[in-house]
């Protein structure tokens, strides 16, 4: 992967943090089943710009393939409602000079995104104001400069800082999933390590499938994943750095290593260790390569997950005698069940944001991927099925991605498994779509913080 | 009780082959009565461990090569007690320089991870029960494959049934 730096430039100040009388605002702590009215106006391509290719293909109009990737964002989020362009009276150009307010308050838009883009030889740069209709009044502006092949990440960058700007939080489309991407029958399935856009574009595969991979976590310096293979037979933690190539295996243990995970600052993975059939949980630094044992107990003990300040870890256990989920200190001490309702709890994974730790549950035949908080406490489930498991997070920690498997026919056809996202609020569940069937999704940080 | 005894007795001690012969109609016995008194059976599962012939592969006639497992259990029936003693006799008359990978499956009503470490379970009391009867455990190496690899593609109880499974490949 290449090195991407992006230049950030305020460069219009005029009107900054003046939110006294900003009405346009948009609530994410409930389901919104009103999303903002936007109107994202294709960006006005200078005059001159060289021409870009996708894929092969000659890109007609860099301008309105950027907006176009905007918009796709926003209707995904749930929390936007793009207007269709067609109705758009005002010319990109002139629109972001100074758009005409009452024209796009006609078409009931309440916000507005207007830009510029141009590109020579080996740089795009791309400007985009953000334009409150109500108040017609200028919101932000911002410009960028990239390589003109990272312009779907100028679309992601625009985004994140509409999202931003509108719902006071951090946005998350300037992001990566990993995940094992899956061919064949069911009872014999080829299974790939993939990483793609958070939008499913740019996907590449990182494997041949030549072996069997499985639950790739991206680690907070977004670089590194590590995962398990069974490359030689042998199930083992892997450590993969997505730019170079090079993959090492963590640790020198003599049995299956599984369910890895990084620690929030990235030094240490943290996995399960299954000797003499019974499984408990490891970490090893990564600088040191010390190993620690965090549990010992004769129960399975698997799926840890750090808290993001690095103090507690949660984990799931059958050691009451059925899986449960349980949170001690790091360093193993001051284990306390967090699970006491009806049914199975699996895969906890600790939000990002601390409060909410995010599950796989199973009760009566069913499948269900809830949230609680730390303690075990405010359980609410979001969303119900056949077969769906592995939450993880989105970075600002307001939408789980997930996969999710078919119940096949009769005739034992008909499986498939995808991955799934849903808002925090539970709200908004929406497929993503991949070239293969896929599984095991894990959400990168921000590439651009 | 009695059942819970033998067990205990089975695992700690080593048998003359007579005895064992004895011990086995014994067993039958517990079984039936174990059917008829707790379990219902329907067809080809046993509560819900799958008692019938198909996927079952044979290592050596009359030697099957897999056990099946209830639901979130690695515990030995006494089925699968059976067919593993005459693995363990099968091996021990292969002599020393066969070994085998005991694999452990899980169905699909699992989470990934946890079935990770229930397979290798599994594969381990196969494991152990096998060197109980005399089998170094230098010739018997364990691999899970979780949920990974379903013999039976089915959405069903009798297929996951028949995935809950240990089954011990030659490899060598």
Redesign the interface.
């Known amino acids: 992967m290449k090195k991407i730096i992006l230049f950030l430039v305020c460069f219009y100040l005029s009107i900054l943090s003046n939110s006294a009388i900003a009405l346009v605002e948009v609530d994410i702590t409930r389901g919104n089943l009103d999303p903002l009215p936007i109107a994202v106006s294709p960006l006005y391509v200078e005059p001159g710009s060289k021409e870009i290719q996708n894929e092969g293909k000659i890109i007609k109009n860099i301008g309105e393939e950027i907006s176009k990737v905007i918009e796709i964002n926003f209707r995904r989020s749930g929390l936007f409602n793009p207007l269709k362009k067609d109705s758009f009276v005002q010319n990109p150009d002139i629109a972001h000079i100074k758009p005409r307010f009452e024209d796009w308050r006609l078409i009931k838009a309440q916000a507005l995104v207007t830009g510029k883009v141009s590109i020579s030889e080996d740089k795009l740069r791309a400007e985009f104001r953000l334009w409150d209709v109500v108040a017609s009044k200028e919101m932000i502006a911002l410009a960028f400069s990239t390589t003109p092949d990272n312009w779907r990440r100028v679309a992601h960058i625009i985004s994140d800082k509409i999202y931003q700007r509108l719902t006071g939080e951090t946005g998350y489309f300037d992001t990566r999933i990993i995940y094992v991407s899956e061919t064949g029958k069911k009872t014999q399935r080829y299974k790939k390590l993939a990483i793609m856009d958070q939008d499913g574009a740019n996907v590449k595969y990182l494997t041949l499938g030549n072996e069997l991979v499985l639950t790739p976590r991206f680690s907070p310096k977004n670089q590194l994943v590590t995962y398990l293979s069974y490359f030689r037979n042998l199930p083992r933690v892997y450590l993969l750095d997505i730019e170079t190539g090079v993959q090492e295996v963590v640790g020198d243990f003599p049995g299956m290593t599984f369910a890895p995970r990084f620690s929030p600052d990235g030094k240490k993975i943290i996995m399960s260790f299954a000797q003499d059939g019974n499984s408990d949980i490891y970490t090893m630094n990564l600088e040191t390569r010390v190993v620690e044992r965090i549990t010992d107990h004769t129960s399975i003990d698997t799926s840890p997950s750090y808290s993001p300040d690095g103090k507690y870890i949660c984990f799931n256990s059958d050691r009451s005698g059925l899986q449960q989920i349980y949170v001690m200190r790091s360093d193993g001490s001051n284990v306390k069940r967090i699970t006491f309702g009806k049914g199975l709890y699996g895969t906890p994974v600790w939000s990002p944001r601390g409060d909410l730790i995010a599950f796989t549950k199973v009760h009566k035949g069913k499948f269900y991927i809830g949230v609680m908080r730390a303690d075990g406490s405010g359980e609410r489930l979001l969303t119900e099925n056949f077969y769906q498991e592995a939450p993880s997070w989105s970075p600002n920690g307001r939408v789980l991605i997930f996969y999710r498997e078919t119940k096949t026919n009769s005739q034992g056809e008909g499986f498939s498994a995808k991955l799934w996202s849903i808002d925090l609020t539970g709200y908004n569940e929406r497929l993503i779509e991949t070239e293969t069937d896929g599984s095991d999704p894990s959400w990168s940080s921000l590439l651009s913080k | 009780m009695l059942k819970e005894l033998l067990t205990i007795r089975e695992t700690h001690m080593s048998f003359s082959g007579s005895f064992k012969k004895l011990l086995l109609i014994f067993l039958a016995g517990v079984v039936l009565s174990a059917c008829a008194t707790q379990k219902k059976s329907t067809g080809q599962m046993q509560g819900d461990v799958y008692t019938g012939n198909d996927t079952v592969e044979y290592l050596a006639s009359g030697v099957r090569d897999r056990v099946f497992f209830a639901t979130?259990k690695?515990t030995l029936t006494t089925a699968s007690r059976d067919v593993l003693r005459k693995q363990a006799a099968w091996m021990r008359a292969k002599g020393k320089s066969l070994s085998f990978t005991i694999e452990g499956h899980a169905d699909?009503?699992?989470?990934?991870?946890?079935n990770?470490?229930?397979g290798?379970?599994r594969?381990?009391?196969v494991k152990?029960y096998l060197m109980t009867y005399g089998i170094s455990g230098s010739r018997l190496s364990v691999?899970?494959?979780g949920k990974?690899?379903?013999?039976?593609?089915?959405?069903?109880p009798l297929?996951w049934s028949q995935n809950r499974r240990s089954v011990t490949v030659k490899t060598n």
């Open positions: 979130n690695s699909e009503r699992g989470t990934r991870e946890y990770l470490a229930l290798e379970r594969a381990n009391a152990d691999i899970s494959y990974e690899r379903p013999v039976n593609s089915g959405s069903n297929a």
